[in-house]
Nanobody, 124 residues
Framework: QMQLVESGGGLVQPGGSLRLSCAAS????????IGWFRQAPEKDREYVAA?????????EYAESVKGRFTISGDNVKNVVYLQMDSLKPADTAVYYC????????????????WGQGTQVTVSS
């Protein structure tokens, strides 16, 4: 059974950057679609971005992060990254990576395996 572990979260000032990592064990990330989601307190889990290497490295982003966030992967290290630039207080949330086998990338129900999450706080 594949397991995912997120890391790289923390406290950053508005306008700053963070890079989140999603490391996998027990399976290869590059054979699936990997998504990043986030959940702020008292809000629903929100789609952030997805990456699928089998389709030629296609990426997709939510409108709220397009142009600021970049998803990428390292098949050798079996890690997927989320580079987050120009961070805003509205980006504050717990960020999760997940593995999808099929379905619409922006739907949480399409993802089968989830990590435990990493907290990102954007505040001055």
């Amino acid at each position: 059974q594949m397991q995912l572990v997120e890391s790289g979260g923390g406290l950053v000032q508005p306008g700053g950057s963070l890079r989140l990592s999603c490391a996998a064990s027990g399976g290869m990330l590059g054979t699936n679609t990997i998504g990043w989601f986030r959940q702020a307190p008292e809000k629903d889990r929100e789609y952030v971005a997805a990456w699928n290497v089998m389709s030629g490295g296609i990426t997709e982003y939510a409108e709220s992060v397009k142009g600021r966030f970049t998803i990428s992967g390292d098949n050798v290290k079996n890690v997927v990254y989320l580079q987050m630039d120009s961070l805003k207080p509205a980006d504050t949330a717990v960020y999760y990576c997940a593995v999808s086998i099929a379905g619409t990338w922006s739907l949480a129900s399409s993802y089968k395996i989830w990590g435990q999450g990493t907290q990102v706080t954007v505040s001055s």
